[in-house]
């Protein structure tokens, strides 16, 4: 909403001024939904860490700004170093970094971890450091591809979440997919991040080689 659309429509927006008046509206949690929350894997939330190949990490700056990235290796990738430590492996993307600037100036992290198919997720949050060096550093080798970077999270809160949003979203059924209802990626970076290309040099570089260079620097 523009600083004008607020100004004409403000009168309409009641916001919700403390927690007392936002359980009024949705109530309290449920005993079993407080009660699932851990300090520490079980051994079922390692096998969900095995079979997951993405996950998304939030973030915050010193200054509070957000930062939400989609993390994603083949499935097995999530290193479990005990029961209170996670090790996820950095790969070459855009390098804006966003994220990991943020762990420096804050250590508090979020992560949500999916497997494909599943309505359910697994909820992570902890401390998080950036590790440039360690000795399980070749388990996080992919495709020949030796992370610089990897991110070590000290659990603090893990539990499973439901389904709900999934099931709202059709998410994983295909026949509610519209994937062309929006330009394709090409399109997208033409309009908005790289208006000096040629739409034949930003097909080439979405096409076939960008997938192939998914673990080169």
Sequence with gaps: MTAVDEREHGRDVVEVADEAELRTLVGEPSAGAVRKERDRLHDLDRRWLAASPFWLLSTAGADGTCDVSPKGDPAGSVLV?????????????????????????????????????????????????????????????????????????????????????????????????????????????????????????????????YAEGLYRA
């Design 81 to 209: 170093l005990d029961d209170r430590t996670l090790a996820l492996a950095e790969r070459p993307g855009n390098r804006r970094v966003d994220g990991f600037r943020n762990v420096l100036a804050n250590p508090h992290v979020g992560l949500l971890f999916l497997v494909p198919g599943r309505g359910d997720t697994l909820r992570v949050n902890g401390r998080a450091r950036l590790v440039r060096e360690a000795p399980w550093f070749g388990e996080l080798v992919v495709r020949g591809h030796r992370p610089s970077l990897a991110l070590l999270v000290e659990v603090e809160q893990v539990f499973h979440h439901c389904a709900k949003a999934f099931l709202r979203s059709r998410l994983w059924e295909p026949e509610s997919w519209e994937p062309d209802a929006v330009p394709a990626r090409p399109q997208i970076a033409r309009e908005l991040e790289r208006p000096e290309a040629t739409p034949d040099e930003l097909e080439r570089y979405y096409g076939p080689s």
